[in-house]
């Protein structure tokens, strides 16, 4: 009598990230919270709880808060941090199994952070609360815009990538250098705030060509676009395989007999791995940073005997 196998349906295995992706993005996320938690005691606390007038600890702060925002190097880096993260955002785009959905939920969700920012502005007058033209709705629509580029884009020239690649390019470096030779994007803030929220005025400010109010997070699409479409070139090139390309070193590492070597290189890696893993989180981390950072403040604030000024 033959016994029937019950043959079980292999695992599926769970998807490898790019861990050098996941850790330059990282890198940003810790730049963007250490960014956040000066502009939240130079500006937004000040605003909320009236003139920082001591005690001394949290004076200094707001001083050294207020010093870092108007720092230089901060502005130059600032610039430097968001194209990065953009542009990883394109490489990311060959790994992602839908752009067009991806990018329509996170525009969707920037709207919602436009209209609520907005009304809290109007309703207590909080200078830089209102996010018209933010991060998630500018990084959305990037996606978006890419994601339906790449549906025509494949559907023209099929499995045939090097086309796509080439066209991908020039239209990044195009809205790079569009973005970048506005006559806006390096100048005084104060110049070009829109005042009216009209269409004109949102298409004026998506594009960069003004914002509304002087928030800390105006995000315009030129020239940030541009690095999603670079990205995504170059993401075609050196990730056709969908590795990481440090999987080498990482198998090394792993197959290294217990060593004083290895001991040491333990602690770097769990590092990295940590800024891994808020890379690979980055946008629940910027969804929930901010708002911590601000209750924590505040508790700050009325343990000294601040009160609320709105």
């Given amino acids: 009598m033959q016994i029937a196998t019950i043959q079980r349906a292999p695992y599926k295995t769970k998807r490898k990230r790019i861990i050098e992706i996941d850790f330059l993005r990282g890198v940003c996320v810790i730049l963007m919270i250490v960014d956040h938690f000066f502009y939240d005691y130079g500006f937004l606390m000040p605003s909320i709880f009236g003139e920082i007038t001591g005690p001394a600890p949290l004076l200094a702060l707001h001083n050294c808060a207020t010093w870092y925002w108007f720092w230089s190097v901060r502005v130059i880096t600032r610039y430097v941090v968001i194209a990065l993260f953009f542009f990883l955002s394109g490489l990311s785009t060959q790994f992602s199994r839908s752009n067009v959905k991806r990018g329509a939920i996170y525009f969707f969700v920037g709207l919602i952070i436009s209209f609520t920012s907005y ?3 109007v309703c207590y007058n909080i200078e830089g609360l209102a996010m018209i033209i933010n991060t998630i709705l500018t990084f959305g629509l990037a996606i978006l815009i890419y994601g339906l580029y790449q549906m025509f884009i494949n559907f023209i020239f099929k499995k045939n990538k090097y086309p796509t690649i080439i066209i991908s390019t020039l239209i990044g470096v195009a809205i790079i250098i569009a973005g970048y030779c506005s006559p806006y994007f390096f100048s005084d803030e104060s110049t070009f705030y829109y005042q009216d929220i009209t269409f004109n005025n949102l298409m004026c400010s998506l594009f960069g060509y003004g914002k509304f109010g002087p928030n800390g997070d105006y995000m315009p699409l030129f020239p940030y676009l541009g690095y999603i479409f670079l990205g995504s070139a170059i993401s075609a090139l050196i990730y056709k395989d969908r590795k990481s390309l440090l999987t080498p070193l990482i198998l090394k590492y792993e197959n290294m007999n217990e060593s004083i070597l290895k001991k040491t290189l333990n602690g ?16 629940i981390i910027y969804f929930a940073h901010q708002v911590i950072l601000i209750i924590i403040a505040c508790i700050v604030m009325l343990s000294l005997g601040y009160t609320l000024n709105l």
């Fill in 268 to 283: 770097p890696i769990y590092f990295a791995k940590g800024v891994g893993f808020m890379g690979h989180h980055a946008f």
């Fill in 119 to 121: 009304q809290i502005d």
